[in-house]
């Protein structure tokens, strides 16, 4: 199947588990990851209508950015370096993978010397696993309180990669407490702007939308096994 094929799929399913769960689709927004994919790829799923790109490596996002038109919007996914920080805020408008105070301090430090801003989302260790980044559960809320008061950085939400798991079902109490600890961060820490809950990828979106992800991070099912 191409690009096309697989997008419509893909939309074809979102609608479906939106359905199941009486939410609107359009309120669950697709980001292709694009990591390892040539541009002319990324430009046919352009030209299928996705406008949102998400990469995980700054190098890659600023030279597939450069090649793309101006309306796609790009959404720094992985591990970031505070280095990397400058170079990326202002073409990356969202970063997904806040989840060190370090980080959170050069986000705001950068913002406001180069008077762009970039949205960023907390990163959850959902999993409590050894080898993945983000947040423990259970430091979120402090975390958020201790970064909320940082004019240059606006948290719009919580971004989470649920553990491997045999079956997507599996998946579900991770999305579950995801959806909780969002609603738990909303209600109780002021000066946020919880918007977003960015879970699923191409093994688990549709479970992910049915427990309340509003975006998803889908390469392989776009593109193809990289
Ligand atoms: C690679 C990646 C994805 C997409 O993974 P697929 O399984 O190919 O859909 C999503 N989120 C992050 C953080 C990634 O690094």
Redesign the pocket.
């Known amino acids: 199947m191409g690009i096309r094929e697989n997008i419509q799929e893909v939309r074809e399913k979102v609608a479906e588990a939106a359905n199941r769960a009486g939410r609107d689709p359009g309120a669950v927004k697709l980001v292709a990851?694009t990591?390892t994919v040539p541009v002319d790829k990324v430009m046919e799923a352009y030209n299928c209508g996705l406008r949102d790109f998400g990469e995980?490596r700054a190098q890659e996002l600023l030279q597939k950015c450069g090649h793309l038109p101006p309306d796609a919007n790009w959404h720094f996914?992985?591990t970031l370096q505070t280095n990397k920080v400058k170079k990326i805020i202002g073409r990356a408008g969202l970063i997904h993978s806040l989840d060190r105070i370090a980080l959170a301090e050069e986000i705001d430090r950068a913002a406001r010397e180069t008077g762009q801003v970039a949205r960023v989302l907390l990163q959850v260790n959902i999993g409590s696993e050894e080898t993945k980044h983000g947040l423990p559960p259970g430091q979120l809320v402090s975390f958020a309180a201790r970064v909320a008061g940082l004019p240059g950085l606006p948290v719009c939400g919580l971004m989470a990669?649920a553990p491997r798991c045999g079956e997507p079902g599996e998946m579900k109490p991770f999305f579950r407490e995801m959806k909780a600890l969002f609603d738990q961060v909303k209600e109780s820490v002021p000066g946020l702007f919880m918007r977003h809950l960015s879970m699923g990828?191409?093994?688990d979106y549709q479970v992910a939308v049915e427990e309340g992800a509003t975006i998803l991070?889908?390469?392989?099912?776009i593109f193809g096994a990289r």
């Open positions: 990851v990591k995980s996914i992985g990669i990828m191409t093994g991070r889908v390469g392989t099912a």
